[in-house]
């Protein structure tokens, strides 16, 4: 059985490159949520005027992995105390929103929050958001990391220092540490 986790922590090429090297997640598929322009197109989205944010929905084996530490990792490779942007991507597109599936993912999210702000000196700015129609990115932004990723200097900026948190901070979790 498959449960799903819907996360935005800003460039949805970071995340996912992140969240396909976690032990027991079987799918991440980067799109667009939170909006109400019906099949928003990257371009639009970009432009900040559809509502919907940059996410992955990764789908995971639960046996595995729960849905608990699926957020611990998130709160730990993005910044949750920058307000509509990471890093140098400004927007709400870019916003750290948590859309849960269902009544028990809500509660979890809500618990996830309050962990990770023990760990920050900021507030955390993540919301947690009414789950609404997914929208999958264009297919070229699938698997982007595999498959143009490494020859653009925004991702070999950004995402090498996600991964490297992820090997180190939860190294029992990274499929990359774990077949070494």
């Known amino acids: ?6 996360l935005a922590g800003g460039c949805f090429w970071c995340t996912e490159a992140v969240f396909k090297d ?20 990257y371009k639009q989205v970009c432009g900040g005027d559809t509502g919907h944010a940059e996410a992955i ?15 611990d990792i998130f709160f730990a490779t993005h910044d949750p105390t920058q307000l509509n942007r990471q890093g140098g991507d400004v927007g709400t597109q870019y916003r750290s929103a948590i859309f849960p599936e269902n009544e028990a993912q809500e509660r979890e999210a809500l618990a996830g929050i309050q962990r990770a702000q023990a760990d920050q000196d900021k507030p955390i700015v993540t919301t947690v958001e009414p789950k609404s129609v997914w929208y999958p990115a264009e297919i070229y932004h699938q698997d982007y990391w ?26 029992a979790r990274s499929k990359a540490v774990v077949s070494a």
Request: proline residues 9%.
């Open 22 to 41: 976690v032990i027991g997640v079987e799918s991440v598929e980067s799109g667009y949520i939170g909006g109400d322009v019906p099949d928003p197109t």
């Open 146 to 171: 595999e498959t143009s990723g490494r020859s653009n200097p925004y991702c070999m900026a950004v995402i090498p220092p996600k991964l490297q948190k992820l090997r180190k901070s939860f190294a």
């Open 1 to 6: 059985m498959t449960d799903y986790a819907t």
């Open 57 to 71: 929905r990764v789908g995971y084996d639960p046996e595995q992995l729960h849905y608990g530490d699926l957020l």
